[in-house]
């Protein structure tokens, strides 16, 4: 598919130690999926971490969505021993925690009807592989009642389809749960009077990671979903077309490698946990740098969805640098909270390559949805402001808008433009305009 902009080139230096290993470590085809995967995971660790977004008033908490894409038996298990080596710490964890719960369980089990039982024990599990309202709403409310405020779950599932397959009503909770737990105080309340539900309001937040095939995907995105804004919330990274290519060889990490990694999940875990067993203070990353960035980026967009018409570009764009956004903070905090160039180059990098990836999966689908289908690919080829001359007329201009079946009428292009200063209007003349660019 042709791109109307290209995605910004990115290099293993650009990353902190503890991402580069991945990168460095991977074949190039599995590079950019296996460093989206580390650092999921290190932003589900770093559940204290908060920035200032320049678009938004309240701080964000580093959550992602990220779904990687590919055919059956074409590597996706790559994930599993990412996964693994950096959520062990906090997988110990729970473990302790569910031995609580289990130890509890069973005392209700053999303890007599008239015996008085003690209170049950609040534990805070945060690694998920499957789901129901019930009991993310309950673990939820747990780390409530424990220390007074939210944590972020891990939320990983090497197939999708599992989840499909196993239990309708837990995969429509999820769609449900996806618009909330993307957001940092965005609660979700459940108010029933079945004694089998756990009502409570609580702040759900999650980062998931989800490996999938192209049907799932199709399964679980349906139209309701895109519509609704759940794919704008994804992070997608496609492994594209393997067929007939060998199995992908990932090298071993070196000591000093896995040395890195670990003390950087000890540090994140450290600065989420006290000693004594309570949650330590929010830690307000200065990303005020990032601002200047982030507002070029988006005003780059913007120009393009004037020039476009595109609906899809004009509202995938703004959560594609809200995803790109989390995660230079995270990468700028591990960087020591400098290099501030790099992590530029980076938020460039990812922005685009959220964004090109959400336009390649459902652009068309979003455009057809706002009967703003306009030709035979996910996003329009050449721009209408592109395909006009150096100088048009109205009439020009409301042609190619009913050439390429766009509903938007001509005066709202040549007010937006003008606006813009992409256009200006012959003197002289009355409905002639001439282009900037």
């Known amino acids: 598919m042709e791109r109307i902009n290209n995605i910004p080139t990115l290099v293993s230096n650009d990353l902190p130690p503890a991402v580069r290993a991945f990168w460095d470590s991977a074949p190039s085809s599995f590079r950019v999926p296996a460093i989206l995967t580390a ?20 701080p964000h908490a580093l959550l ?25 710490p ?42 129901t309202k019930a009991k993310l709403v309950k673990r939820a409310d747990m780390f409530i009642r424990k220390y007074g405020e939210p944590l972020s ?21 999820l769609r449900t749960m996806d618009r909330l737990a993307y957001d940092l105080g965005a609660e979700y309340g459940s108010d029933t009077l079945s004694d089998a539900s756990y009502n409570a309001d609580v702040d759900v937040l999650y980062c998931s990671l989800f490996c ?3 049907n799932a995907l199709e399964e679980y995105m349906d139209k309701r979903s895109i519509e609704g804004g759940n794919c704008t919330r994804k992070v997608l990274t496609d492994l594209g077309d393997l067929m007939g290519e060998d199995a992908p060889q990932f090298r071993a990490l070196t000591d000093e490698e896995n040395k890195v990694i670990e003390v950087t999940v000890k540090h994140l875990m450290d600065i989420t946990y006290a000693d004594d067993g309570s949650l330590k203070p929010t830690v307000l990353v200065p990303m005020e740098w990032l601002d200047y960035h982030v507002r070029r980026w988006c005003q780059d967009q913007r120009q393009l969805v004037l020039k476009t018409g595109s609906r899809a570009r004009n509202c995938f764009y703004k959560r594609a640098s809200v995803s790109a956004a989390r995660m230079t903070c995270l990468l700028y905090y591990l ?23 959400l336009l390649g999966r459902w652009g068309r689908r979003y455009e057809q949805m706002h009967k703003n289908e306009v030709g035979d690919d996910n996003v329009v080829k050449v721009s209408l402001y592109d395909q006009l001359p150096d100088q048009f007329s109205r009439d020009q201009l409301r042609e190619l808008i009913v050439k390429l079946d ?30 900037n660019y």
């Open 39 to 58: 650092i999921d995971c290190y932003c589900a660790l770093g559940t204290r971490l908060r920035f200032k977004y320049t678009y938004d008033l309240d």
């Open 335 to 357: 960087w020591g909270e400098k290099e501030e160039k790099r992590c530029a180059r980076f938020y460039r990098f990812m922005a685009s390559y959220i964004l090109e990836g």
């Open 90 to 131: 906090l997988r110990l964890r729970d473990k302790e925690m569910k031995r609580i719960e289990q130890a509890y369980q069973e005392l209700k089990k053999t303890a007599s009807k008239n015996k008085q039982l003690p209170e049950e024990p609040i534990t805070d599990v945060r690694c998920l592989q499957t789901i």
């Open 406 to 435: 766009l509903t938007t009428p001509e005066r709202v292009f040549i007010c937006k433009w003008k606006r813009a200063k992409l256009i200006y209007q012959v003197d002289g003349s009355k409905g002639v305009f001439s282009k």
């Open 64 to 88: 992602l969505q990220v779904i990687v894409v590919a055919e059956a038996a074409s590597g996706k298990s790559f994930t599993r021993p990412i996964v693994k080596q950096l959520m062990r």
């Open 212 to 214: 999938s095939t192209e």
């Open 153 to 173: 779950f891990w939320f990983y599932n090497e197939e999708l389809a599992t989840m499909t397959e196993s239990n309708k009503r837990a995969f429509a909770d």
